[in-house]
């Protein structure tokens, strides 16, 4: 059945709050955009006057597409190559959707998104709809076919599990900015004591280079072996200008609500250091070097450009 101009309009204009929900639902901005998009064709195929509620029809549609690829998921993680990481999004992509509350911004910071890989993929859905768009539980109940009390148990449940005795600190793009350039100079003083100030005595590391970067497949726990790391990580050599493709710059920037600094060869981002600060230090270092879970990030860096380094590398 062809879509009516109000109909394409109803869909578009909850396209923002699909895509936020599938991104905080997946991990990957790439999948969401998929997801979405077969949602739209499920829309587009629907006896549409029969749908009393457009706007619970998609999010149920789309919730349940985003279940399926979360069971798949999960085995498709088991053969990942070293440590699974989300695809990092640039603070203003709609990808984040809202960022009123506190708890909407910690849905979508890398550290939750990185635990809610504890969860089981309704105990995800559920926390999601609940704790950042602000889903009743009968209405949460109803998207998944479930009783209410059964929907308020999982949801306890998912917040027990993503439980964690570290506080984290909201920061500004000011005070991420001021994060990022402490913790740049630090990794460039060669010396492994003005990282070790920064980090907290219990801080970990973690990359993601899937099976085309190299990186550490195993995090790494501990102020001083991080340290040494990243003294080593940021050394220039000419092995590494070569592996990069050319020049390498450091920008600062503001990654999933977090401070980031973007290694950059050009407009091309090759890789994404995110920062999550804690009232201790930083807590933990999250490196992203995928190639394929840096592409969104690249368009928008290149559209947004063009940037002045905090400093040239290799």
Not at 25 to 38: C, F, K, N, P, R
Not at 189 to 207: F, H, K, M, W
């Amino acid at each position: 059945m062809p879509l009516h101009t109000y109909e394409t309009d109803l869909f578009e204009s909850s396209r923002s709050r699909l895509e936020a929900i599938a991104y905080r639902l997946l991990g990957s901005a790439g999948d969401a955009e998929d997801a979405v998009q077969d949602t739209y064709l499920r829309w587009h195929a629907a006896d549409r006057d029969r749908i009393e509620t457009p706007e619970a029809w998609l999010t149920k549609v789309l919730t349940n597409l985003c279940l399926n690829q979360l069971t798949s998921a999960r085995a498709r993680r088991e053969t990942y190559v070293g440590q699974w990481l989300p695809e990092p999004v640039l603070a203003g992509d709609r990808m984040l959707g809202p960022a009123e509350t506190v708890e909407q911004r910690e849905s979508v910071s890398l550290a939750m998104l990185t635990l809610m890989e504890r969860l089981s993929p309704n105990e995800r859905v559920v926390y999601v709809l609940r704790e950042a768009f602000g889903y009743a539980h009968r209405e949460v109940a109803e998207i998944l076919d479930l009783t209410e009390a059964n929907c308020q148990q999982i949801y306890r449940r998912a917040k027990q599990h993503l439980t964690t005795e570290r506080a984290r600190t909201e920061v500004d793009a000011v005070a991420a900015r001021k994060v990022v350039e402490e913790f740049l100079a630090a990794a460039l003083s060669g010396d492994t004591e003005p990282l070790i100030r920064l980090l907290t005595d219990d801080a970990v590391s973690v990359a993601d280079g899937g099976s085309q970067v190299p990186a550490r497949r195993t995090p790494l726990v501990g102020a001083l072996g991080i340290a040494r790391y990243l003294r080593g990580l940021f050394r220039p050599t000419a092995a590494k200008r070569a592996v990069a493709g050319g020049s390498t710059a450091v920008h600062a920037a503001v990654v999933n609500g977090g401070p980031a600094l973007l290694v950059a060869v050009g407009e091309r981002v090759i890789g994404v250091v995110c920062l999550d600060p804690t009232p201790d230090g930083v807590g933990t270092v999250f490196l992203q070097v995928n190639p394929d879970k840096l592409r969104r990030i690249t368009r928008q860096w290149a559209a947004a450009g063009p940037h002045r380094p905090l400093a040239e590398l290799w």
